[in-house]
């Protein structure tokens, strides 16, 4: 990561924004929750596979930065898991710089990938891009009936005005 390429971005994550960030190296977590909140990002962060699909479908997050080497699963299957029920845009950053690394994880669910090390202006035009992709919340599917709606996209039921469970 180049820190001197951090200040320049005159588009910003909303307050809303949220990041979660899937990574095993602790100093990098840090510095990416640190940068992004700079830049108005609500950041999570999971440092293996297992929790970042549990974080995923608890509280999906807007934007997912995944790294293919975790501890417990594979960047690539993590991919793969999160693609059986979620259309997360999903910005990979890898150590992997290979054709094939990075063929793999795009057909495997990728929406984009960097490779380390990056520039965080980089990074932060990525998410951008990636977030002009996703469509505006008041324009995602519901169903509507006189007494429930159900919001296609976060999988919830509302029945006269109440959350079902």
Do not use: C
């Amino acid at each position: 990561m180049n820190s001197d390429q951090a200040g320049s971005s005159s588009i910003q994550g909303g307050p809303r924004t949220s990041v979660l960030v899937v990574d095993d190296d602790p100093h990098l977590l840090k510095a990416l929750r640190i940068t992004l909140q700079a830049h108005g990002y609500a950041v999570e962060s999971a440092s293996d596979g297992g929790t970042a699909l549990r974080a995923a479908s608890h509280r999906p997050p807007d934007v997912m930065i995944l790294d293919l080497g975790l501890p417990d699963l594979d960047g690539a299957e993590v991919l793969r898991e999160l693609r059986r029920w979620s259309n997360l845009p999903v910005l990979v950053l890898s150590a992997r710089h290979g054709s094939s690394d990075k063929v793999d994880a795009l057909d495997a669910g990728a929406d984009d990938y960097i490779t380390k090390p990056f520039g965080l202006d980089e990074l932060l035009a990525r998410l951008r891009a990636l977030l002009r992709r996703v469509p505006d919340p008041a324009s995602a599917p519901t169903v509507a009936a006189s007494s429930f709606t159900v919001d296609l996209a976060q999988r919830q039921v509302t029945k006269d005005g109440t959350l079902s469970g």
